[in-house]
T-cell receptor, first 113, second 111 residues
């Protein structure tokens, strides 16, 4: 089944403890992206990647890191999480064709205490 | 900063009616436009895209684009309670990977 898989689905952590949310897609898509969704603020893009080793900032990149060493994987790294990073995170992927849009993973609900 | 604006709603329509969802965008150079549906607690799901002025129909859904007015809309005919969800409008920003979303309109279809 063609899909975007992110793990974990739920995560509770403490302030300052480094964490990684994994994302993998099996559709051979060139583009991958991370979004966060917050009530009243909608979906906001954190980072996106156009291909292996090529990434760019979205609208809210502060406090996050990403890497794209393989085409299928695009992990999101929080080096020192803070409570304001408590959110619902979505990974997404898209082929290079412009009119395809992103396919989203199931989401990761992160709570930082 | 490119922007996508939507009325947050909630928009309430009776079952069987036409639901009309609207979106405006700030970048006159935008070419491709998407409508996503998101059920509560679920991930966004692509339901329509449009890139030419005019209407595009897919089943009960019709997307309408007016580039001169920088306006895109989604019509849902014969609305069903299962259509109750938040509808997100999205537009490419500076590059294909940079897909910018509006805050969404919550639709409620009453039986």
């Amino acid at each position: 089944e063609a899909q975007v898989t992110q793990n974990p689905r739920y995560l509770i952590t403490v302030t300052g403890k480094k964490l990684t949310v994994t994302c993998s897609q099996n559709m051979n898509h060139e583009y991958m992206s991370w979004y966060r969704q917050d009530p009243g603020l909608g979906l906001r893009q954190i980072y996106y990647s156009m291909n292996v080793e090529v990434t760019d900032k979205g609208d809210v990149p502060e406090g996050y890191k990403v890497s794209r060493k393989e085409k299928r994987n695009f992990p999101l790294i929080l080096e020192s999480p803070s409570p304001n990073q408590t959110s619902l995170y979505f990974c997404a992927s898209s082929p290079r064709q412009e009119n395809y849009g992103y396919t989203f993973g199931s989401g990761t609900r992160l709570t930082v205490v | 900063q490119k922007e996508v604006e939507q009325n947050s709603g909630p928009l309430s329509v009776p079952e069987g009616a036409i639901a009309s969802l609207n979106c405006t965008y700030s970048d006159r150079g935008s070419q491709s436009f998407f409508w996503y549906r998101q059920y509560s607690g679920k991930s966004p799901e692509l339901i329509m895209f449009i890139y030419s002025n005019g209407d595009k129909e897919d089943g009960r859904f019709t997307a309408q684009l007016n580039k001169a007015s920088q306006y895109v809309s989604l019509l849902i005919r014969d609305s069903q309670p299962s259509d109750s969800a938040t509808y997100l409008c999205a537009v490419y920003g500076g590059s294909q990977g940079n897909l910018i979303f509006g805050k969404g309109t919550k639709l409620s279809v009453k039986p």
